[in-house]
């Protein structure tokens, strides 16, 4: 599949940095993390848990609260810088232009509201529409997220749905409004194995019906690599690798990203036990000099505890912050 | 719901036999109500002819078994002192009592649920911290004192508001009303404000402890994300799902005002039911008494079962069953 990829992007992050002033210290959940989004592209953001994956996110709409605030960065929308603005134009982006799909379907609908209350509140807020249109609009939407009877559903609360249902009501309230990005925050972690692979096929199919872009949070490399165009690697708030998604997963060059592709669990290979990266993720209040990976890397020497690596060209696309890269069929 | 209404009724029906109970077991180890009857210097004859003629004399079963039969037929005997139907003695002050109640509750609910709402969603600003020290004083200051505040300063000092009794009154229904004249809202604020504080501060505490909990729910960054301004979000999203604890609270509260609103009746020398029930225990008025007590139970039971109905209206999770 190739698509085509604009000049200007849709979504350009540009060192973001989002800190959390706790009262252990300054958690910098996000630090320096920049990547681009083009038009119609899926875009896979991929991390341990802890990463500052979801934080991105949220920095993007601008749902930062109290103690996290976003430092430095920008985050611009064809172009036009969100951190800077007012609440009232990211009321319009949200929803609208950008909208927000989460990870647990049970707690991200209003228990009291009916589906129809809350997927009609998207288009009185983003459209022009009355009250009948609203309406067909609303079960247009919900037919096409493979709900059947949808009209007797709009009257039904979250609780008579289970949890792949739910997520497919989220995922049609995200869309409702026709927005040009989605944000989906490890959309199938809190769902059925079987259900996951539903879930992530509709929105694939969504956001290609839509010429959507879709940036897809999770921690599954599996999962990306079926669905993202280009992955970007995020560890300890910083981006470590990014490039496109083959030759990401196929030939990466950061001992991180190795790691994470070494873990996946092999169905063709028997291994008498599953590969893991030694070690856990620093303190991120406190978090050493030089190269954040360092004291689980394999590859690391003197130079990684001195001077923190930036992100520089390797083959192909790919683009990593290390001192040691690694080549192509090089094992870590 | 038609077996969940027998059921409730019956369950109402039993807790009001039970209060009888207790009501006529306390009634009968307390105090003589003959003496309250017979002049000072009447003869052991006179106070025994007094004692048959109030049926003190039976066996407590006998006894237990009339007060049960009259009650359910509805009559609840005559005031010793007043020499006047009891139902009706406090009939006649009840909407007074009712009327105060009601406004308090009012004046608590408008002020305490936005601000409650504020405190919940701001909890570390500025305002909020002036917010919850002011309920916690309107936790712990008590009325009486309140009360006199209240008057010094709005009737003594200011001379905005009268300190006392009710004012002029209309007809509604055979009921004599304040709220109909401007002159009885006039009266009735400073009992209403006094009365309310305690409520507004349980309130306040309750509707900010719920959207506290309610803030750290999923659903609301979701309502966010969906570009709901913060408004909504809080009122529309929040609020709703804050608001069980505290339609308990204010059931319980409101029954309770109902029943003893009597420190601020005195104050404010309003002519309530709470009024009446303290004059008739020191007159030792027991059919007043026992009628004020069940009343005071049916209250409750019913203003419970109100409650009961209007959590399903808040949660389509919550069915009667």
């Known amino acids: ?332 | 719901m038609f077996g969940y209404l027998l059921k409730r009724l019956i369950q109402m029906t039993l807790v009001l036999w039970v209060v009888s109970v207790i009501v006529f077991l306390m009634m009968s180890f307390t105090g003589d109500p003959v003496f309250m009857v017979v002049p000072i210097d009447a003869t052991d004859a006179e106070i025994a002819q007094a004692r048959r003629l109030l049926g003190l004399d039976q066996s407590l079963l006998v006894q237990y078994g009339k007060f049960l039969t009259s009650l359910v037929q509805g009559d609840f005997g005559n005031s010793y002192v007043f020499r006047q139907p009891a139902m009706t003695l406090i009939l006649e002050r009840m909407p007074a009592t009712v009327e105060m109640v009601l406004v308090a509750m009012a004046l608590a609910i408008v002020v305490a649920i936005p601000l409650g709402v504020y405190a919940g969603a701001n909890p570390n600003s500025r305002i909020s911290r002036v917010i919850m020290a002011g309920s916690l004083l309107g936790i712990s200051l008590p009325g009486f004192w309140v009360g006199m505040v209240l008057i010094y300063l709005f009737a003594v000092h200011w001379g905005v508001f009268p300190s006392s009794g009710r004012g002029d009154t209309a007809e509604f229904l055979g009921l004599r009303i304040s709220l109909l004249t401007w002159d009885g809202w006039h009266h009735i604020m400073l009992p209403a404000i006094t009365l309310s504080l305690g409520t507004m501060a349980i309130l306040l505490r309750m509707t900010r402890a719920g959207m506290m909990e309610v803030g750290r729910q999923d659903f609301m960054k979701f309502a966010r994300a969906k570009g709901a301004t913060r408004r909504d979000v809080l009122y529309k999203h929040g609020l709703k799902n804050a608001l069980i604890p505290v339609v308990t609270i204010f059931g319980l509260q409101l029954g309770d005002l109902i029943a003893f609103a009597t420190i601020t009746e005195t104050i404010f020398s309003w002519p309530g039911m709470g009024k009446l029930l303290i004059d008739s225990i020191y007159r030792a008025d027991r059919p007043v008494i026992v009628v004020y007590l069940m009343l005071v139970a049916l209250i409750f039971v019913v203003i419970n079962f109100i409650v009961d109905i209007v959590y399903t209206l808040i949660d389509p999770r919550i069915t009667l069953k």
């Open chain 1, 1 to 332: 599949m190739t698509r085509q990829i604009k000049s200007k992007p849709l979504l350009a992050v540009q060192d973001l940095h989002t800190h959390f002033h706790t009262f252990a210290g300054t958690v910098k959940a996000v630090n320096g993390v920049s990547f681009e989004v083009g038009a119609g592209e899926v875009m896979g953001l991929v991390g341990e848990s802890g990463g500052g994956k979801s934080v991105v996110g949220f920095s993007i709409l601008g749902l930062i609260d109290s103690p996290g605030k976003i430092e430095g960065g920008q985050i611009l929308l064809d172009g036009q810088d969100l951190v800077s603005a007012g609440e009232n134009r990211l009321r319009q982006v949200r929803g609208r232009e950008i909208s927000m799909v989460f990870q647990d379907p049970m707690t991200s609908l209003n228990p009291l509201h009916t589906v129809g209350r809350q997927m009609d509140e998207v288009l009185c807020l983003h459209s022009d529409l009355d009250a009948a249109a609203r309406k067909q609009a609303c079960i247009d939407m919900l037919e096409s997220v493979g709900i059947s009877r949808a009209e007797e559903r709009l009257k039904a609360y979250p609780h008579q749905f289970s949890g792949g249902m739910r997520q497919r009501v989220v995922i049609a309230i995200a869309m409702l409004a026709r927005p040009r990005l989605i944000i989906a925050d490890e959309p199938t972690t809190a769902l059925d194995v079987t259900i996951q692979s539903q879930i992530l096929k509709l929105m694939r199919q969504q956001i290609a019906d839509k010429g959507a872009s879709m940036i897809l949070i999770t921690h599954d490399l599996a999962v990306v690599s079926e669905m993202a165009d280009h992955i970007t690697v995020l560890y300890c708030g910083n981006v470590v690798e990014r490039g496109k998604t083959r030759e990401l997963i196929e030939t990466p060059t950061h001992p991180y990203t190795r790691g994470l592709i070494d873990s996946i669990p092999d169905t063709a290979e028997r291994h008498d036990r599953l590969k893991q990266i030694p070690g856990s993720v620093p303190d991120i209040r406190n978090l050493p000099k030089g190269c954040n990976f360092k004291d689980r890397c394999p590859r690391a020497q003197a130079l990684c505890a001195e001077r923190e690596p930036t992100l520089t060209a390797q083959h192909g696309s790919l683009w990593a912050a290390c001192h040691f890269p690694l080549k192509p069929g090089e094992l870590a």
